[in-house]
């Protein structure tokens, strides 16, 4: 297996891909009934060598006893709550905020299991309180408005109702934030944004320490035939070599644009949960570490101002997604959000003049000059 120490040198130093779909049976492991299957290497669907080295990776990164890699966020999330429907009884509550194709699988496989709350928290809080709830599933720090819920009390809430509650640590990565550590029962996240970061791969990932969770969700996954490949686990792996330096960079250079974009009055509202006028700055405190994330909103109080300004940049480039090392700026109103309701996504912060920045690896001085003289 690579990684062992053979002690007589011609180790790579960097993770072989291992692309073969079949491995040989070790006979004598078959001949007494084969291994767990959840650990077995035979088949590239069930299990690979290089994602199950990413796994091991990401599972010590969030303080789980297990990790299992999917091919994209969406997949990780949609098996999660496939199983939820399929093998486990009771509601599911999923935060408000969550990513809207979260909350549109959510919906979709759930039905009138399905519950949506918060923010504000007290409502997310009462709705998770509720007799018959087995799942509650939130975001560290939600989209596009940052919003941090108060995971400590959370997690009480449902080791009371014996209810698991899942958190998509997407946008903290963790680097940022551990779930785990602060109760939940399971982390998901998009490998797509943070881990891999670099724009050129999706992966997904459910981490864990139940070890009945971990064979139910392997089921899961193997029948789904949604398992990471192993040159996007190689990807994965290589963005793993870089994570602890780029989430700090980001987080200080987003909180210095998020500073700037407040003190220059340019944009009507700034979200990022390291200003004071953050309505979770208090609760972001006390999740995060070592920074607020790279990814900040601003309201520039119409359709036409936020365009213009999307047409305008020249280092930021127009772009959905989030996390990697091109900054890129999005619209959410007409892209992510687009098809909630208008009341929904008023209700949510998502206005016509809504802008969200992921950093990426840039410089404050790069970001700042690209949006004053875009905002100019
Ligand atoms: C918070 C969050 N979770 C999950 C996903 C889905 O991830 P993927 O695009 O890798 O399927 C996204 C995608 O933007 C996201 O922002």
């Not at 130093?13 to 009934?33: C, F, M």
Request: with cysteine.
């Amino acid at each position: 297996m690579w990684g062992s120490t053979r002690g007589s040198g011609g180790d790579p130093v960097v993770p072989p891909v291992s692309v073969s779909v079949a491995y040989t049976y070790d006979l004598e492991a078959l001949a007494s009934g084969g291994p767990r299957e959840e650990a077995e290497v035979k088949y590239s669907r069930e299990n690979n060598p290089t994602t199950m080295l990413l796994e091991g990776r990401l599972a010590g990164l969030e303080g789980a006893r297990w990790g299992l890699a999917f091919n994209s966020g969406m997949a990780a999330i949609t098996a999660l709550l496939l199983y939820w429907r399929l093998g486990r009884g009771g509601r599911v509550v999923v935060e408000r905020l969550s990513y809207g194709s979260t909350r549109a699988a959510a919906s979709w496989i759930l039905g009138d299991r399905l519950a949506v709350a918060g923010p504000p928290w007290d409502e997310l809080l009462h709705e998770a309180d509720k007799p018959g709830v087995g799942l509650v599933l939130v975001e560290t720090m939600g989209n596009p408005t940052l919003r941090v819920p108060p995971l400590r009390d959370l997690a009480r809430v449902c080791l009371e109702r014996d209810c698991v509650l899942a958190v998509d640590n997407t946008m903290a990565s963790p680097v940022l934030a551990r779930p785990l550590d602060l109760g939940a029962g399971l982390v998901v996240e998009s490998l797509t944004k943070y881990i891999i970061g670099s724009n050129d791969a999706l992966g997904g990932l459910i981490a864990g320490a139940d070890g009945i969770l971990h064979v139910a969700l392997w089921r899961a996954r193997r029948l789904l035939g949604s398992i990471l490949q192993p040159r996007e686990a190689y990807q994965a792996l290589k963005g793993l070599e870089t994570l602890s330096l780029r989430v700090p960079h980001a987080s200080r250079t987003a909180l210095e644009v998020a500073r700037w974009l407040e003190e220059s009055g340019l944009a009507e509202r700034v979200y990022y949960p390291g200003l004071e006028s953050h309505p979770d700055h208090h609760i972001a405190r006390r999740i995060l570490r070592g920074g607020y994330g790279g990814v900040v909103s601003f309201d520039l109080g119409s359709r036409e101002r936020a365009l213009a300004l999307l047409s305008r940049l020249r280092r930021i480039r127009p772009a959905s997604s989030f996390g990697a090392t091109q900054p890129l700026a999005s619209y959410p109103y007409a892209s992510s959000h687009r098809n909630l309701p208008e009341e929904e996504r008023e209700r949510l912060g998502v206005t016509p003049g809504l802008v969200r920045l992921s950093v990426g690896v840039a410089t404050p001085e790069e970001i700042i000059g690209d949006l004053e003289a875009a905002l100019s």
